[in-house]
Structures are given as structure tokens and as C-alpha cells.
């Protein structure tokens, strides 16, 4: 049998205080770049259909980061959606990303033809379970064929050799981590996948090992469920992170809302691109020799995205004045992570509101 090595979770691990001179929260500085796009907060929303269309796109983008229109829909829906974040642009003379995603094969290429004809694209994101395939690879190609100037972000892999791969392709900016998500059963339903965290590490030092990758993006997508394990990915080396479920319930995503009668409450449907609902409504069921590796679910209904946008950039402001760090960078250079042990982590929550 091959050497077992070891893969940690972000709950294994925890950050520990130093020095600092950053006296205020207010100083750290969250800029980052993702695909060459400038943005001032390192976070974007998912490409789902219960959490990313023209709403959530201009809300992430006046605050600074970007909301990806996902593909569950017809190219002509897709470019509505985008026509509404151009519009808001010009309206308030402020960048707002232009960003949409499409899968692989000739039907998604040509989706890819009417979008880039349509709309002024910041990036297309090819969007895929394993993005470690000569299909991603050969997709990527075809889409720089069309539009050489292009800037693609691509994925999900979950490993160092994955981002490398990736970014030989031509890959500007790549999405990390495969079976993370919160409504994800990939790795229980085919044994597959690697911790958020680890796969952020190991892109990192995929990344660091060849200046030629100095300027791909790596964008951790899956497992965040507090802002400390935002400030865990980017200590690990991610330029930004991708967000399904903390926004799913907001009043900006597109989830369909439902009256829960067992919770007694109004909810929001959050399902996963690859459960048996989104396959038996947008693709005609499930393919004969397949299984579902994502599942559905009700969040109770929240308040805006801009509420918890601010708590997630909060946190990671805060944890950048516990290093040092004034930027995302010195954040990465200062960080010292350590392994904790399950009481560690019981003890890192509020237990004092905990009932026994």
C-alpha cells in the first residue's frame, strides 16, 4: 500500500497570536486580485442557482468582489442577467465584474460564443465537479480560441498537482477544493476528496514553487462556514474565497422561497448543482449509472448579504491585527498555524452557551 499522509481540515488547525504593531482594525487592507480583476474584498459568490444571479452579482460588486451568474439557465437568461450588472455599472459609474460561468462540451462553448458576443466579459469561470481533466483542459483552449484575451477561472481541483495542471492549461485564476460544501456528498457517495484547507495549502506551495504561477489566482471554494475559516484560507495561500451557503438565505440570492411547516417558518431552498433536484429539473433526471453527490435543504429566510459580508471582512480585519498583517500577504508570510486537538476546537466556540 502506497504512504498515507496526513490532511488537515480547518478544524484541526488554529492560528496562533503574535506581535503586533497593526493598532486598529480599521488598517489591514483587503485588496486582492483574482483573473487580473482588482477587487477590494476577497470574496466571491458561487456560480448556483440558488445563490448567484444579477442581484447578488451587483451586491458583491459594489462591495468590492464578485458574484459569478451561474449556468443553470439558457445562454439568453444568462445574458440578462449580465446586461442588469452592466447597467448598474453605468448607472453608478463604479466597476462592477462582469463574470459568468459555463461547463464543458460544444453546447457550453456555445454558450461561451453568445456571452462573449453579448456582454463586455471581466472572466468566464468553466465550471466542473473535477477540473483536473484533459476536458477542462481541451475547454479552456477552445474558449482562448474564440476570445484570446479571455481571463478564465477554472475548477474545482483539490490538490497541488490539480492547480499546476490548471495553470500549464491556462488558467488565470483556479478554484480549490472538491467535496467541501456544506450541501456536497461527494466524498461519501465516491471516497473522493481532500480537506479545504489542505488543498489551499497545497495549491499554495504548487504555486510558490515556480514564479511562472505567481499571478493565478487560488480561490478556496467549499467548507466556509465562519469567518475564521476564511482567515484560515487565506493564511493558507487563497487570494479569495468562494461562498455557497452563507449566502444562499439572503435577499439578494435567487433561492426559491418555501413555507418550512415543520420549522413553522419561510426558508429559502439551497440544493447542490449536482443533487438529484437541480439534475431531474434542469437535465431530465439523473443519467443511468450515476448517483447524486449533492443534496437540498431549507435555510431559514436572512436579511441582506451585506450583513454578513461585513461580518466575514470583520473577522478577517480582526484576525489580520493578531499577526501583524496589514495586508493579505503579510497575513500568509505571518501566519503560524498549529494542530488542536477536538477539545481545542470545543473550546474555540462560545461553550458558555452551550447547554449540557
Do not use: W
Request: proline letters at 3%.
Amino acid at each position: 500500500m502506497k504512504e498515507i499522509r496526513e490532511a488537515l481540515a480547518f478544524d484541526d488547525v488554529m492560528m496562533v497570536p503574535t506581535y503586533t504593531e497593526v493598532s486598529s482594525r480599521s488598517i489591514p487592507d483587503l485588496s486582492t486580485n483574482i483573473a487580473g480583476i482588482s477587487l477590494k474584498i476577497p470574496i466571491i459568490s458561487s456560480p448556483m442557482d440558488c445563490v448567484t444571479e444579477s442581484g447578488m452579482a451587483i451586491l458583491l460588486g459594489r462591495l468590492g468582489g464578485i458574484g459569478i451568474i451561474h449556468r443553470f439557465m439558457s445562454p439568453e437568461d444568462q445574458i440578462a442577467n449580465l446586461s442588469c450588472v452592466a447597467v448598474v455599472e453605468e448607472f453608478h459609474n463604479r466597476k462592477i465584474p462582469k463574470v459568468a460561468a459555463i461547463g464543458v462540451g460544444l453546447d457550453e462553448l456555445d454558450r461561451f460564443r453568445k456571452l462573449n458576443d453579448a456582454i463586455e466579459l471581466d472572466a468566464i469561470a468553466i465550471d466542473i465537479a473535477n477540473g483536473h481533466s484533459l476536458f477542462m483542459r481541451e475547454m479552456i483552449g477552445r474558449v482562448k480560441e474564440i476570445s484570446k484575451d479571455i481571463r478564465v477561472i477554472a475548477g474545482n481541483v483539490a490538490t497541488g498537482k490539480g492547480f499546476t495542471y490548471l495553470a500549464e492549461s491556462g488558467a488565470n485564476a483556479i478554484r480549490v477544493a472538491i467535496g467541501g460544501g456544506s450541501i456536497c456528498k461527494t466524498r461519501i457517495q465516491t471516497g473522493f476528496g481532500v480537506p479545504s484547507f489542505q488543498s489551499t495549502c497545497d495549491a499554495y506551495a504548487a504555486k510558490q514553487s515556480n514564479i511562472k504561477y505567481k499571478d493565478v489566482s487560488i480561490i478556496t471554494d467549499g467548507g466556509i462556514r465562519y469567518p475564521g475559516d476564511f482567515v484560515k484560507s487565506i493564511a493558507a495561500g487563497a487570494d479569495a474565497i468562494m461562498c455557497g451557503k452563507i449566502l444562499a438565505a439572503t435577499e439578494e440570492s435567487p433561492a426559491k422561497i418555501v413555507f418550512d411547516e415543520i420549522a413553522g417558518i419561510y426558508s429559502k431552498v439551497y440544493r447542490g448543482a449536482a443533487s438529484a433536484e437541480i439534475q431531474n429539473e434542469k437535465r431530465g433526471g439523473l443519467k443511468q449509472g450515476t448517483c447524486a453527490e449533492g443534496v437540498q435543504t431549507l435555510l431559514p429566510l436572512g436579511g441582506s448579504a451585506f450583513e454578513i459580508i461585513e461580518e466575514f471582512c470583520g473577522g478577517l480585519r480582526s484576525g489580520m491585527t493578531y499577526c501583524n498583517a496589514r495586508t493579505l500577504q503579510e497575513l500568509r508570510d505571518n501566519a503560524e498555524f498549529v494542530r488542536i486537538t477536538s477539545a481545542g476546537m470545543l473550546e474555540s466556540h462560545a461553550f458558555g452557551t452551550r447547554k449540557e
